[in-house]
T-cell receptor, first 114, second 114 residues
Framework: GQNIDQPTEMTATEGAIVQINCTYQ??????LFWYQQHAGEAPTFLSY????GLEEKGRFSSFLSRSKGYSYLLLKELQMKDSASYLC???????????????FGRGTSLIVHP | DTGVSQNPRHKITKRGQNVTFRCDPI?????LYWYRQTLGQGPEFLTY????????KSRLLSDRFSAERPKGSFSTLEIQRTEQGDSAMYLC????????????FGDGTRLSIL
């Protein structure tokens, strides 16, 4: 099975940088996704990592270390609109059928204050 | 690309009733997923289709839950004899057939059991 751990809540100041960590244990790792979810809305895709290293996309970057079972999402130049839940999802092998299924962590609620 | 469409958006029903939700994925996406999400938690995997074939089903899913995707396009999720614990947001997601493609989520159906 899969086990994904993220901090429950983080706070940061507008304009600052924040790093949201995700650790995981999984069978048959095949990629890690980060999603953003505003309250009452659907999750939206932010980034994907399958190889070790850093992927940068504008203000958002994501890092992966497969040997450590560790990823982080880095948000730079924080804006008030970045206040949301950030979900780490790991594609691991599902126990019953052998398909790779994204399994989500509980999400990290980020509060950005002025 | 009109996005993933789910209906109804909200469903209120009495305990013991049956409910059915519909999901229309993005037209060229052959993978379809159902998740359930409660407040403060990440999406919890329920079931997965590749085209019309249901390839995975969560072991946590009771036999009151059933899903279909008859022609490999839209999907339905039915819950029979609803219980209080079924109250949640039911999310549908679709993706293309290759592993690194992100999931696109619908806005969900919020189920409330009275």
């Amino acid at each position: 099975g899969q086990n994904i751990d993220q901090p429950t809540e983080m706070t940061a100041t507008e304009g600052a940088i924040v790093q949201i960590n995700c650790t995981y244990q999984t069978s048959g790792f095949n990629g890690l996704f980060w999603y953003q979810q505003h309250a009452g809305e659907a999750p939206t895709f932010l980034s994907y990592n399958v190889l070790d290293g850093l992927e940068e996309k504008g203000r958002f970057s994501s890092f992966l270390s497969r040997s450590k079972g560790y990823s982080y999402l880095l948000l730079k130049e924080l804006q008030m609109k970045d206040s949301a839940s950030y979900l780490c999802a790991v594609r691991g092998m599902h126990a019953s059928g052998g398909s790779y299924i994204p399994t989500f962590g509980r999400g990290t609620s980020l509060i950005v204050h002025p | 690309d009109t996005g993933v469409s789910q209906n109804p958006r909200h469903k209120i029903t009495k305990r013991g009733q049956n409910v059915t939700f519909r999901c229309d994925p993005i037209s060229e996406h052959n993978r379809l997923y159902w998740y359930r999400q409660t407040l403060g938690q990440g999406p919890e995997f329920l079931t997965y289709f590749q085209n019309e074939a249901q390839l995975e089903k969560s072991r946590l899913l009771s036999d009151r839950f059933s899903a279909e995707r008859p022609k490999g396009s839209f999907s339905t999720l039915e819950i029979q004899r609803t219980e209080q614990g079924d109250s949640a947001m039911y999310l549908c997601a679709s993706s293309r057939g290759t592993g690194n493609q992100p999931q696109h989520f619908g806005d969900g159906t919020r189920l409330s059991i009275l």
